[in-house]
């Protein structure tokens, strides 16, 4: 059995606590499936030997009776707190994060689900019980209209996913990895940045201050990432419904619900 030391993070899914000099542990949240743990540590695992990651999953762990996964520590700190702590650098923050999602993107890999599958999957499931059975299949025959790929996709890319890290950027989380479109994950990441809670419990001036911000670096981020790639709004915007899909599926967060459902029912409706 592990003992856990300081809290170094908080999230949906688990708490991550310090455990040595050189490694943090994660603890999942009771309710969190047994499934999502151990796809994340083959998922983290591929990351790392792919080299797509520094930081190394090093296998599941007992935390005080609570299951847990065993991390490399990061030694520099999220994206997020850089601009945090100097907007000014909110640009160089954007550009950086928008370079990071590329080259991931330019890593092929089969050891991923395709995210067209992941999607077509994911409208089975409890949060789209409210749509009739016209409107799943029109659903269904959208995502499978959607194009092929083989580029590794994250798909909870998002710059407190992304970390300094020994004189270089560091990328967690790969806890939803899939292979396709690398359209399919942008236009995953413009939805965290435009449509997704920021962040349980805010304040409603915390909210107006961190979306207009947050709405800032998201502008910044895709305008540097369609620079680099030569990637265009219209394969951008093809995606826009699949990753509503993969967003609501994946963690259906009640404030999020019925704004995703209507964006979905917009396409699928046409």
């Not at 990432?225 to 993969?246: E, P, S």
Request: charged fraction near 25%; hydrophobic fraction near 45%; proline fraction near 4%.
């Amino acid at each position: 059995m592990t003992a856990v030391g300081e809290l170094v993070a908080h999230g949906r899914s688990a708490d991550v606590h310090s455990l040595t000099t050189a490694t943090v542990v994660k603890v999942f949240h009771d309710d969190w499936p047994d499934e999502a743990i151990g796809r994340e540590v083959e998922d983290a695992t591929a990351a790392f030997d792919l080299g797509l990651t520094p930081i190394r999953c090093r296998g599941r762990a007992d935390a005080d009776g609570r299951r847990a996964v065993v991390f490399d520590r990061i030694e520099g700190v999220a994206l997020t707190t850089v601009a945090e702590k100097n907007p000014l650098r909110m640009g160089r923050v954007a550009r950086a994060l928008a370079q990071e999602h590329a080259r991931i993107h330019r890593v092929a890999s089969d050891r991923f689900p395709d995210v067209r599958d992941v999607a077509a999957d994911l409208v089975g499931t409890a949060p789209f019980a409210g749509l009739t059975a016209c409107e799943r299949a029109a659903l269904l025959d959208h995502l499978a209209s959607l194009p092929g790929g083989e580029s590794v996709l994250h798909l909870d890319f998002h710059p407190m996913n992304v970390f300094r890290h020994g004189g270089g950027i560091a990328t967690i989380d790969w806890q939803s990895t899939a292979c396709g479109d690398p359209a399919a994950d942008v236009a995953m990441t413009r939805l965290l940045f435009t449509e997704a809670e920021l962040f349980p419990g805010a304040t409603r001036a915390q909210l107006l201050v961190y979306g207009a911000a947050r709405g800032a670096m998201g502008r910044m981020y895709l305008r540097e990432y369609l620079d680099v790639t030569g990637m265009t709004t219209a394969r951008l915007d093809r995606w826009a419904t699949a990753a509503r899909v993969l967003r609501l599926g994946m963690l259906d967060i009640p404030s999020e619900r019925e704004r995703l459902l209507r964006g979905i029912r917009s396409v699928i409706a046409r």
